[in-house]
């Protein structure tokens, strides 16, 4: 078997610096997501607040929309870092300490630095996740915490969908299309997402405990866009292995 190599680097770079990418303010107009973004948003600050955090960085930060966000809720000194020139320009303009940065790279602090690392919607974008949690361990103080947030690939939904042979959401298998999603309404022909590495929950535990962070909370988050579903989302992600999006808080060990 030949070795697995990185793909091109332009082309991920290119991906990344399309408007609109996490990070960014939710679309009201042009998202069908839009509220299940914005509460994946509410709940993760919520989380941040009750750390009482003094240095925070947020990987993958985009435009700085959210750190700034968490800069004002807690009165903390808050970092970023984001692949995108742009955006982390805009995020400077916002007030925040933003680094361009290809995460597969490094991130661009000392190590020990800060007392909480956000990580939301990006451990399923690199290509080497366990690098990532390596500098993500490496910046944080000792019992630093790490909040992040990720898909579920496990999800009710993706099980139902796996019986009828169809493709599960939250996973790419074209770099210009979505496919094997067999309906529009599923995602047929949409632009791809970019997930790379999408966890189930017992995946997500084992790759945290593996560079030495303890879970101290793991629950689900609804994404379902449609009212009723997102609601039935809600009641089903009570058991956080079904549930559409995990948000964790883990410390490093």
């Known amino acids: 078997m030949g070795r697995i190599s990185k793909p091109d680097e332009s082309g991920v770079h290119r991906f990344y610096q399309k408007k609109g990418v996490y990070?960014?303010?939710?679309?009201?107009?042009?998202?069908?997501?839009?509220?299940?973004?914005?509460?994946?948003?509410?709940?993760?600050?919520?989380?941040?607040?009750?750390?009482?955090?003094?240095?925070?960085?947020?990987?993958?930060?985009?435009?700085?929309?959210?750190?700034?966000?968490?800069?004002?809720?807690?009165?903390?000194?808050?970092?970023g870092v984001d692949i995108s020139a742009e955006a982390t320009e805009t995020a400077r303009r916002r007030g925040i300490?933003?680094?361009?940065?290809?995460?597969?790279?490094?991130?661009?602090?000392e190590a020990e630095t800060f007392d909480l690392v956000f990580c939301g919607e990006v451990i399923e974008h690199v290509f080497d996740p366990d690098f990532l949690l390596t500098e993500v361990h490496r910046v944080l103080i000792p019992e630093g915490l790490l909040v992040?947030?990720?898909?579920n690939l496990a999800a009710w939904y993706n099980r139902i969908?796996?019986?009828?042979?169809?493709?599960?959401?939250?996973?790419?298998?074209s770099t210009r299309k979505t496919l094997g999603r067999h309906l529009a309404l599923l995602g047929q022909g949409s632009q791809p997402?970019?997930?790379?590495?999408?966890?189930?929950?017992?995946?997500?535990?084992d790759i945290l405990r593996e560079h030495d962070f303890t879970i101290r909370t793991i629950r689900a988050?609804?994404?379902l866009p449609f009212p009723i579903l997102y609601q039935l989302d809600?009641?089903?992600?009570?058991?956080?292995?079904?549930?559409?999006?995990?948000?964790?808080?883990?410390?490093?060990?």
């Open 161 to 173: 969908l796996l019986l009828f042979g169809v493709q599960p959401i939250f996973t790419d298998t």
């Open 23 to 79: 990070g960014t303010a939710p679309d009201k107009e042009h998202t069908r997501v839009f509220v299940s973004a914005q509460n994946r948003l509410d709940e993760s600050l919520a989380l941040i607040q009750k750390q009482n955090p003094r240095r925070v960085l947020d990987v993958g930060c985009g435009d700085g929309f959210f750190a700034q966000r968490i800069q004002r809720a807690t009165s903390a000194r808050v970092s």
């Open 148 to 151: 992040l947030s990720t898909p």
């Open 97 to 109: 300490d933003a680094r361009q940065a290809d995460l597969d790279k490094g991130i661009l602090f």
């Open 221 to 223: 988050l609804p994404f």
């Open 193 to 205: 997402i970019g997930h790379l590495r999408v966890y189930t929950r017992a995946a997500l535990k």
């Open 234 to 253: 809600r009641v089903i992600g009570l058991i956080p292995s079904l549930g559409s999006d995990f948000l964790v808080l883990a410390q490093r060990s």
